[in-house]
């Protein structure tokens, strides 16, 4: 009997998307997860209705040393998910930080090292790790921010940038980062890294400080104030999560190809957005003027990061990624069935101005 995949943190909004396709295709998988952020226990529950026996939940801290090394010995992959992932939590408390995103990483990649069959550990990272990119010069136009560098407004931010750890998230995934990396280059571990830009979709519970789409989305839905930091000008590339769930099961499949590299895992340039049209769009979807609010910006924001996706899309064979303004729409319909709450009939109809300030 195949021994299951191990999914870190995977009742959360990718590790459930992940363990649901892991499951369609006959896989036992493994949920190793706190249920500590709110509504990530509907998730586990959603999981078990569809897929029954192969989904086997281990309710446990990702800090408790002792069942993070049985899940790991018993498991014949593993992703890696479970992570604190909020910038302002890593600032009111660094120590939890450290903890959760550093020392759990390492007794995972130990628990992998010294396994009877030391699994594949593929761990989910962040745009972070290239820092507030300040050294680039960038303009603001119609679209929002944009690299003066006219190759970097092409193609975007490549793996090639040297990583830059801002504020004490920025440094404990940055860190874990490399750690994985390196258990490749010291042990031979088949390992590899996936530095995320902002991923959306369904089964997201978003908030202020992680899963900004699907908090502008909730908010709007619920007519409830959004707040902006900075000016909104801000570009961000974002992806579907369902085709970032065949970035993650690509990276398994071909581990012996990739083993030991970072590969940007975004929506590149043709999904790039700055959260002012995106919020336009979510007006128009959800047929709801949008109530705003700006504040001062934060720790570590970046004005713009769009990542360069060239490489992981040659190495892992990823199609073309679905379009944003789609992706967006069919979540917004997906929370308003969660929410019981009906669209607009006009939702579908043309994009508002984007809002002045």
């Known amino acids: 009997m195949a021994r299951p995949v191990l999914i870190t943190g995977g009742a959360g909004f990718?590790?459930?998307?992940?363990?649901?396709?892991?499951?369609?295709?006959?896989?036992?998988?493994?949920?190793?997860?706190?249920?500590?952020?709110?509504?990530?226990?509907?998730?586990?529950?959603w999981l078990q209705v569809r897929h029954g026996d192969?989904?086997?939940?281990?309710?446990?801290?990702?800090?408790?040393?002792?069942?993070?090394?049985a899940a790991v010995h018993g498991a014949r992959a593993v992703f890696h998910f479970a992570a604190q992932v909020a910038v302002t939590t890593s600032l009111a408390d660094p120590a939890e930080d450290f903890a959760v995103n550093i020392a759990a990483t390492f007794t995972l990649l130990e628990a992998a090292r010294t396994a009877p069959v030391p699994p594949p550990v593929i761990f989910a990272s962040t745009n972070k790790v290239y820092g507030d990119l300040a050294d680039l010069a960038f303009e603001r136009g119609d679209g929002g921010?944009?690299?003066?560098?006219?190759?970097?407004?092409?193609?975007?931010?490549?793996?090639?940038?040297?990583?830059?750890?801002?504020?004490?998230?920025?440094?404990?995934?940055?860190?874990?980062?490399?750690?994985?990396?390196?258990?490749?280059?010291s042990y031979g571990l088949a390992t590899a890294v996936l530095r995320m830009s902002c991923i959306y979709g369904q089964r997201q519970m978003g908030t202020e400080?992680?899963?900004?789409?699907?908090?502008?989305?909730?908010?709007?839905?619920?007519?409830?104030?959004?707040?902006?930091?900075?000016?909104?000008?801000?570009?961000?590339?974002?992806?579907?999560?369902?085709?970032?769930?065949?970035?993650?099961?690509?990276?398994?499949?071909?581990i012996d190809r990739i083993a030991g590299q970072a590969l940007n895992l975004g929506g590149g340039p043709a999904n790039a957005v700055s959260l002012r049209t995106l919020l336009a769009h979510?007006?128009?979807v959800t047929g709801r003027p949008l109530d705003l609010h700006f504040d001062d910006w934060r720790a570590g924001d970046q004005r713009y990061f769009v990542a360069d996706t060239r490489k992981?899309?040659?190495?892992?064979?990823?199609?073309?990624?679905?379009?944003?303004?789609?992706?967006?729409?069919?979540?917004?319909?997906?929370?308003?069935?969660?929410?019981?709450?009906?669209?607009?009939?006009?939702?579908?109809?043309?994009?508002?101005?984007?809002?002045?300030?």
């Open 312 to 357: 992981a899309q040659a190495a892992l064979g990823l199609d073309a990624p679905i379009g944003w303004r789609n992706g967006v729409t069919a979540l917004a319909r997906w929370l308003a069935d969660e929410r019981g709450i009906p669209l607009d009939a006009w939702a579908d109809g043309p994009r508002v101005a984007a809002p002045a300030q």
């Open 14 to 45: 990718i590790g459930a998307n992940l363990a649901d396709r892991l499951a369609q295709q006959g896989e036992t998988v493994v949920i190793y997860d706190a249920l500590r952020r709110p509504g990530v226990e509907r998730n586990l529950a």
């Open 209 to 254: 400080d992680q899963g900004w789409v699907a908090h502008f989305l909730i908010r709007a839905l619920e007519g409830r104030p959004i707040t902006l930091y900075g000016d909104g000008h801000q570009v961000r590339d974002i992806l579907d999560v369902r085709d970032a769930v065949d970035a993650y099961l690509a990276a398994w499949r071909r």
């Open 145 to 185: 921010y944009r690299p003066v560098d006219a190759a970097v407004d092409a193609r975007g931010i490549g793996e090639t940038r040297p990583l830059d750890f801002h504020t004490p998230y920025g440094c404990s995934k940055g860190a874990a980062d490399q750690y994985v990396l390196d258990y490749a280059r």
């Open 282 to 284: 979510v007006e128009s």
């Open 54 to 69: 192969r989904i086997r939940p281990v309710i446990a801290d990702i800090r408790d040393a002792e069942p993070l090394r």
